[in-house]
């Protein structure tokens, strides 16, 4: 798979596609791919960095809403280009249980469209757009929310995933 770079405003995925495979290590020393969860729901996160207060809240979020998710035959899987061993810290650190991938190359990134080019104080960067992406037990795009803005994030993917 090649990385593939959008820009804001572009749209990549549209809902009903199928999803972008994935095989990427996880924390704890999990693999993590998009087959391995073949038949269920997954609400795929996307953030840009362990333990910074935007990200570390919407982990939270998530996790502390799993067994509900559980209940809608979801599974919660986190994303971030953060090396494995930033995954285990943050997720130690915070208690955590959700699996976490690790996209090092970008590769998946790239696929969901969601390594873009960023703006802050006029400087130009590459960077995850919080993206969060609910995927049908069919492999296809239910639902696309862009942009995220964490607080009641977490219970509106949960009513998505109840809800397909």
């Known amino acids: 798979m090649s990385t593939t770079v959008g820009k804001v405003g572009e749209a990549g995925l ?86 976490l991938a690790s996209d090092e190359k970008k590769d998946a990134l790239g696929a969901y469209g969601v390594w873009v080019e960023k703006s802050m104080y006029g400087r130009k960067y590459m960077g995850v757009e919080r993206t969060t992406v609910l995927i049908g037990p069919d492999g296809r795009i239910a639902r696309i929310w862009r942009k995220v803005k964490v607080p009641g994030h977490a219970e509106e993917v949960l009513a998505a995933a109840k809800a397909l």
């Open 14 to 99: 549209k809902e009903g596609e199928l999803a972008p495979e994935f095989d990427l290590p996880g924390a704890g020393g999990e693999k993590l791919s998009l087959a391995a969860f073949k038949g269920k729901k997954v609400a795929l996160y996307f953030y840009p960095k362990d333990d910074t207060s935007g990200c570390t809240k919407e982990a939270i979020d998530f996790n502390s809403l799993s067994d509900k998710f559980a209940k809608a035959k979801t599974v919660v899987v986190g994303m971030s280009p953060d090396p494995v061993k930033s995954h285990d810290k943050f997720r130690a650190k915070y208690e955590l249980s959700l699996p």
